[in-house]
Every structure is written in C-alpha cells, then in structure tokens.
C-alpha cells in the first residue's frame, strides 16, 4: 500500500515535467520552415484542406492557445491523425507499441542473465584471469554501435545457422519469443558492458564490508555469502544504474527495430521519417518519452523495495 | 588434564603493502581454556585485531598468516586447507566487531541474520531457525523479540544491534566468543549492559570469551586473565588481578597510571608520550624502549624475551626494578 | 545510444584493464588508447596519402572484388569503390564530426551546470526541470526528431546533439560543484570578496572540469555511435560522402556473400570506442593513482 501512495505522489511531482515533454513535442513540428498544417498534411496538402486544419488546431490563435488546445488533446488521448496510413496516430502506435515493449524486456532480461553471473564472478575472484578478461568487456562493449551488433547475430546465428527467424515478429506466442531472442540479446550486448562494471564494482565495494565478515564467520557456504549477502546488497546501486540506461537505451529500440524487421514504435518512427509523416513522428517521440519517464519510476520503486533503508514517505 | 580449547603458538601476520611489508603480528602465544574469559589489551595499531582475525580464518586481503600454529583441542589445525579451516575454527569460534551497524547486513532483516547459523550452518530447519533466533534475542536481553524479529539494522539503537550482533555470535554454538572492542562505539551505561550480557552468557552458557580493547575498564569487568600486547607482541600476560596490582612491565603500567582513578588524587592526567613504532621496520631491541620510563642502554641493544616469572609472563629487562616503579616515576615528576 | 551517460565511473584503486601498471602520469591503459586512437586519427588524417583511390566516383566494373585483391586491401564494394578508401575518408567525416560534435553540449552544459550548482536557489531549480525534461526522451530519439525537424545535414546535426547533449555535463558539472563549494578554497575565495565570475572561471572551474572531461571520452564515442546509426537510416552525412554508417547500411543487402562490406566498417567503429574508452579509464586511473 506505501508503494501505491509512493508511485502517486512520484507522479504528480512528475507533472511539471510531463507537461515539459509535451511542450518540445509541441514546439517540435515548428521548428520545420512553413506552415504546421502544410507539414501534417504531407502529400495531402491542398489549400482547403490546409485551411480546415489550420481552424482545427486553432493555428491562427496566440501560440499559448494552441499549446491549451494540444494539451487538451493530449490529455484525451488524441496523438493527432496520420494522413500517410489514414488512421489515428493513436491507433497506429496501440499496434507497435506491443512489440516495443516486447523487445524492451527481452533486452533487460538477456542483460541482467549475461551481466550478473560476469559480475559476480569477477568480483569474487578479482585479479583473477576471468576478472581481467570481464574487465575488458566494457572497453570493447562501449563503441559497439547496436545495429552493427544486430547485423552480425543475423549473419551469425540467422543466416548461417539457421537458429532463429531472422525478420518479423511471428504470429503466435512461441514465435515471438524465438523472434525476439536475438534482438533482445544485440540489447543486451550494449547494455551488459555498463551494467557488468557497475554491478563488479558495487561487489567489490559489498564484498569489503564488515557484515560480509560476520556472514563469513557463521561458516555459511562462500555462495551463499557472495549471492545471498553481497549480491543483495550491490545490486541495489546497480538497480539504479540499469534504470537510467535503459531509459537512455529506449532509443536504441529504433534501430534494432528496423533491423530485425520488427513492428514496434521504432520501426514505426522511422518509417514516418522517411515518409514524412509528421504527426506520427510528434506522437511516438511523445510515447518515447513516457516510456522513459515510466521506466524511471519503476527503477525508483524497484530500488525503493530492495533496500528497506529508503524512506517511502 | 585436558587441551585448552585455543592455543596459539608464534603467530605471525604480515601485510604485504606496495611500498613496505607490515609486520603486523610477532610471534605471539596465547592460551585459552573452555569456559574461561580473558582479555587482550592494547593500542590501535598492537595487532590485536588481526590477531582475532587470523584466529578465524578471515584475515582482510591482503594480510596473511606467515607463520605460526593454531591448535583447537590439541589438535594442529593450521595446516588445513583453507576452506576445511575455515569451517573448523567457525565450528569452535564466533567473532563480534566494533562497528554493529556495520557489520550487520542492512538489508536483510536482524532475525534472519540470527537464524541464518542455526538454518545454514547446523542444518535447522526454517521454522526452528526461527524459535532459536527469537530465543537467543529474548537470552541476550532484547526486549519483545518476536517482534523485534523483522526489523532492520539501522531501525535499532547500537546497543541493541551490539547485542543482536552477539546473538549472531552465539547462533552458531560456539565455545569462544572471539569480541573485538565490542563495546567501543557504545556509550558507558549501554556499554555495561552489554558487558553484563556477556559476563551473564559466559557463566550460564559456559562459552568462553577472547576480549581485545583498549581500554582497561572494560576488560577488568569482564576478564580473568589478560594478555597486553604492544607492537605486535605480547608483552605481558597473568591473571588479572596480578597484572592491575603488580604490573611487570612498564607497558602495562604506564596503561594503568593512564587510567583515571577517582580514588586516587593526581596532579594531571598522565598519557604516554610517544608514538607506537612503525610496523614495517625490524626494530632492534625493545620496541617500548623509546616511550619506556624506565629504559636503559641495554633495552635498546637486545629485545627482551617473554619470560615466565612465577605464574605469569613478562618480556622487560627491568622486572627486578618492578616494585620500586610507582616511586621511580613519583620522583622523576611527570614522565 | 547514450547509454553510460551517467554510471559513476570505477572505483579507482583498481589498477588499469589486464596490465598491473596504473601507477605514475603514464599508465599502460592511457598510453595504449593514446596510442590507438592516435593510429586512427592519423590514418583518417592521412587517407589521401594512404590511398590513391577516390572513395566516391563509381567504378562499376571494378566492383564487389574480395578482400585481398590485387591493389584492394579491403576490397570495393557494390559501386566498384575501393573499401579501404572509403573507410578512411569516412573515418574523417566521422571522427570529425564525433570530436567537435562533444564541443558545444561540453562547453554550454558544464556552463550551465557550473552556473546552476553555484548560485542554487530558483535557478537552480529550473534548469533541473529543464534538464530533467530533457533527459526524458531517449537520446537517439530527440536527435532524430530534431535531425528530421531541421532537414538532413551536417549543421542539423551538430544542432541536435548540442540540444540534447549538454544535459549531462550539466549534471556532472553541477554535481562537482555541489562538493566543491563545500571545500575550503572556495570558501576562502568567496571570503576574500572576489567577483563571482572570476571565482567560478578561475578557482572552481578547473577543480570540477575533470569528471565533465573523462565522461567526454565516451560521449565521443556515443556521439560518434550516433553519427553512424544516423548514416546507417539514411539520416546522416548525405550520400555520396563516406560515411562508416551508410557503408553498414548499403553492405547489409549483401550479407549474405559480401559480410566484409558490413563488418569492416563496424570493427573501425570499434576500435575507435576501444581506444576512447582506454583514454578514459586511463584517465581515471592516473587521478587516483
């Protein structure tokens, strides 16, 4: 029940920064030369249909007045209209995002399995050859550029081997978790480096306290000591350092999106881009950010529910 | 006769550090026997510490043990593999630290940190790893235990976690309780308490204790007999109540002239002057020698032995000179 | 893609990655990326030196040869164009946008940061919303956006990731500065009445600047990863200008057969973080001795 009153009183802070996103989504489509209507318009842009736009967003209105009427709209769940796919932006993204979020936690749960058994190995042997070697994951791991990653697992493990689909994200329950396989693992190559020198590092700042030492010396098994105190303890910190990169690495999804032809919101910004499809765009750059804003709260309340030392008040 | 419980025969720790090679511990022996509670006596920096340390296997990185024998019941155990090692001396012996807060894990909960021994290490299961945590709990005096059960470190007060940390200690059945100045971070009435608990344990429970402080108020309440060490060494050794009223090394006594004694009416507080000698250096002759009241030439030339003098242990080159001391240091004024 | 943007780095009494040397101003780690990153740079620097080929005009008859081939160390691709030439000019675009694309967000954020964690109060406050809004969309994303917003180019480019860079050197700075005006020298120049601007440009500044500089290492990199995905979608340096993303991007049809024209490109992007991200550690390690 603290968790609930927490996430709410977390997200009325938040407003002033929802409100924030929804501002630069809105100034987004000005910064293009022309008219705002013109632009949505695309291709269907006539004069008349310009003119009835321009109305409907109040365009000819204070720029502030525009803003409140976004904003309304907004807050009513119209991402506005899609004239290239002839459907409600809103609509559109409702079929991708799925896929997206698919994809989201296929990556976190592929990073966290590579990541903590590295980590934790390193730390509980350091200076040892597995802790030099895992060591030099995150230099080699930094300027992995994610799509380049993709390409190689699809030549490696699609193309030659034959292991996994290599496109699309299937039809049934199975064949998406066999499609989303390997794109969740190209996430977790970029995502594991960072997470693999936070999470060794914690370890082996854990592992130097007194309390380990007290663990130690009820003559409870080493595994037990490393996993059930030390882990506990490190992941707490690194909790928070995966949460920040997974809001930053939501980006990614773009990319690895288009790459595993995979229908989500990425595939879908980018397909807007290239077809110029504005009010698509201005819609999922604005779901972008909500998701981001979502996966910092989750990591918050996550961090809050492992370490009883935060005060959920 | 039987073996003591602990002994400890030439134990030496180093400290392999970049620049120097710490010397840690030298050569010390100790003896305890089961049931009996005795004191380890020294400054910051003596090893006495680590000493506790080396004894459970769980020396920090990077000191080691580089030599010496420890015997549990008679029996050599140091020759051991380390993990065989480890699981022998955590059987006989349990450590408290200084630092409760620390030494807790803050995020788990103090009763299952109590049960944790009796669950893992003496194969009990969930539901009477339980009952002995909150019996343990009520045994080392804390009060409403069931409760207090789920609470977390940092929601108790320190002398409630001191006395969780020695229900720790006592969870996994040992004979000797190994306290490394367990009661420096607490504040006196807390501190008596916890001394009282650890008296009251030791007599009822019939586990013995090895009591490292600094500070002599504490180790007269609850030990016997008594070890003092300075510089990695012991220096003197005996039964309490000898070495508070003879001391036989001037180590030991200028500790007690430090002691204020409200019955005794001094001019000033005496400290002892000096610095204690660096440990990465051979040092020739007596290492108390530069702070000695009592020091002459020959101190400085050959390093005294630990001798048996009727009962109890010396390593000082003045013992004969030990009853006149009081008047010596009176007649030289303030030394 | 900035991903890193804001772990804390290691804790430093680790010794540098697989050699035990991180003591002193010049350690393995350091001297290696130097090294490393030095080699690349000279290559992208020297490529009309190092080949002779143009990695633009067509040669359509020349085309798709294998590595190894006689006068093509890394073969030509699906236009008959020297690959190793293309890598190299590409490389230049690259690099040089990589490198001065940090300049900006590095110089506006510690700014602002430097600004924001000194005087505190209301403005403080808001550029921490600012920032947090900011933060709030995924990088690659709002570079797109904008990217696409602006129209293709290398001015647009430039633009958005100054936009959307600065946040973090904003964050880091200001955090340094939230210490550091604890700290007794900045104590001692407030008291002795100095102006504020002559304060924080000559006391405070270089005491904070050195976290803002080791994250820049690796912004390089993201900024550069950027750059390359950018390429890679059509959205970058417009063709037929080099570029290790487009290259990616147009080997990808021909995986199959031609995996070199994909790979090689990939690796150069590689290498390049590999050596930034030994300069950064190095770094690190050489602070803390």
């Known amino acids: 029940m603290r968790y609930v009153v927490y996430i709410l009183r977390r997200l009325v802070s938040l407003i002033p920064v929802l409100l924030g996103i929804s501002l630069i989504v809105f100034f987004l489509i000005r910064l293009i030369p022309g008219d705002p209507a013109a632009t949505l318009l695309g291709t269907h842009a006539t004069p008349t249909a310009i003119r009835e736009l321009r109305d409907q967003l109040g365009l000819n209105r204070p720029l502030w007045s525009q803003y409140l009427t976004f904003l309304g709209r907004l807050i009513h769940g119209n991402l506005g209209f899609s004239y290239f796919y002839d459907v409600s932006v809103t609509s559109l993204i409702g079929t991708s995002l799925p896929v997206t ?204 529910a492992l370490d009883p030392r935060v005060k959920l008040a | ?129 339980h009952a002995t945590a909150v019996e343990l709990m009520a045994k080392v005096g804390i009060p409403d235990p069931e409760r207090r059960y789920a609470h977390y470190p940092h929601e108790l007060s320190g002398g409630m976690r001191q006395r969780i940390c020695i229900a720790i200690a006592l969870s996994t059945e040992p004979r000797l309780i190994l306290a490394d100045e367990p009661t420096t971070a607490l504040d006196v009435t807390i501190q008596a308490r916890v001394l009282d608990v650890l008296g009251r344990l030791r007599r009822e429970e019939h586990v013995g204790l090895l009591l490292v402080s600094h500070d002599l108020a504490v180790v007269g309440q609850t030990c016997s007999r008594l070890y003092v060490m300075y510089a990695g060494k012991v220096v003197e050794s005996g039964q309490l109540v000898d070495l508070v009223t003879e001391p036989r090394h001037p180590y030991t006594f200028s500790l007690l002239r430090s002691v204020p004694d409200p019955d005794r009416r001094v001019d000033r507080l005496l400290s002892i002057p000096g610095q204690p000698p660096d440990l990465s250096t051979t040092v020739v002759g007596c290492s108390f020698a530069p702070r000695c009241p009592f020091v002459v030439d020959a101190c400085r030339e050959r390093e005294p032995e630990l001798l048996d003098i009727g009962g109890r242990d010396s390593a000082c080159l003045r013992i004969d000179t030990a009853e006149h001391w009081t008047d010596m240091v009176a007649a030289e004024g303030v030394r | 893609m900035t991903a890193m943007a804001l772990d804390p780095l290691e804790p430093a009494e680790e010794s540098s990655v697989v050699v035990r040397s991180s003591r002193g101003r010049w350690n393995a780690t350091l001297i290696s990326g130097l090294v490393l990153f030095g080699l690349i740079v000279l290559a992208a620097v020297c490529a009309p030196l190092l080949t002779s080929y143009d990695p633009i005009v067509q040669n359509l008859g020349q085309a798709f040869l294998a590595p190894g ?66 933060i709030a969309f995924p990088f690659l994303v ?105 290259m990616i991007q147009d080997g990808q049809q021909f995986i199959l057969t031609k995996w070199y024209l994909t790979t090689i490109p990939g690796i150069a992007v590689v290498l390049v973080g590999i050596a930034l991200a030994l300069i950064a550690d190095g770094i690190v390690d050489r602070t803390n001795r």
């Open chain 1, 101 to 304: 979020l698919w994809l989201l936690v296929a990556g976190v749960v592929c990073t966290i399995v590579i990541a903590v058994p590295l980590a934790v190995l390193a730390a509980a042997r350091r200076g040892g050859i597995a802790d030099n070697i895992i060591r030099a994951v995150p230099v080699a791991g930094l300027g992995l550029p994610v799509f380049w990653v993709g390409i190689m697992l699809i030549l490696i493990f699609g193309l030659k081997l034959h292991w996994v689909p290599v496109a699309g994200f299937g039809n049934s329950f199975p064949q998406h978790v066999r499609s989303i396989i390997l794109p969740g693992i190209t996430i977790a190559l970029t995502l594991a480096p960072i997470l693999i020198r936070s999470l060794r590092a914690s370890m082996i700042e854990v592992l130097g306290s007194d309390f380990i030492v007290t663990a130690q010396a009820k003559g409870i098994s080493t595994a037990r000591v490393v996993l059930g105190h030390a882990l506990r303890n490190a992941a707490i910190s690194s909790v928070t350092v995966l949460g920040v990169n997974i809001a930053y690495l939501t980006g990614s999804t773009l990319v690895v999106e288009r790459v595993y032809s995979l229908p989500g919101i990425g595939q879908q910004m980018i397909n807007s881009i290239l077809s110029r499809d504005f009010p698509t765009v201005q819609g999922i750059t604005l779901v972008f950010a909500i998701l981001v804003v979502i996966v910092n709260l989750l990591t918050d309340v996550t961090h809050a």
């Open chain 2, 1 to 129: 006769m039987t073996a003591p419980l602990l002994e400890v025969h030439d134990l030496n720790v180093d400290i392999p550090m970049p620049h120097a090679r710490l010397h840690a511990v030298r050569g010390i022996s100790l003896s305890i026997g089961g049931g009996e509670a005795v004191g380890l006596v020294g400054e910051s920096g003596s090893g006495k510490s680590l000493t506790l340390r080396a004894l459970l296997g769980l020396l920090p990185r990077p000191a080691r043990i580089a030599s010496g024998t420890i015997l549990i019941d008679g029996q050599d155990v140091t020759g051991l593999p380390a993990h065989r090692l480890r699981h022998l001396l955590t059987d006989t012996m349990s450590m408290v630290f200084q630092d409760s807060l620390t030494a807790l894990n803050p995020v788990m909960r103090v009763g299952d940190q109590i049960a944790e021994g009796p669950r893992r290490k003496l194969g009990r299961s969930r539901a009477a790893a």
């Open chain 3, 69 to 134: 081939s006689p006068g093509h160390l890394l073969g030509t691709d699906s236009f008959g164009r020297d690959v190793l030439a293309r890598l190299l000019y590409g490389g230049r675009t690259d690099l040089e946008v990589g490198v001065f694309a940090v300049v900006s967000p590095f110089v506006i954020g510690s700014v602002v940061g430097l600004v924001a964690g000194w005087f505190g109060g209301w403005l403080d406050t808001i550029i921490g919303r600012i920032v947090d809004i900011v």
């Open chain 3, 142 to 246: 709002l570079v797109i956006a904008l990217v696409f917003a602006m129209g293709p180019g290398t001015t647009s480019i430039y633009t958005a990731i100054t936009l959307v860079g600065w946040v973090a050197y904003c964050r880091i700075v200001r955090g340094q500065v939230l210490v550091a005006k604890e700290q007794e020298y900045a104590m001692a120049a407030r008291a002795s009445g100095l102006p504020t601007w002559r304060i924080l440009l000559r006391h405070l500044l270089p005491n904070v600047i050195l976290q803002a500089f080791v994250y820049s290492m690796s912004d390089i990199v993201l900024t550069l990863l950027a750059i390359v995905t950018l390429g890679f979608l059509g959205l970058g340096v417009p063709p037929p200008n080099p570029d290790w993303g487009t």
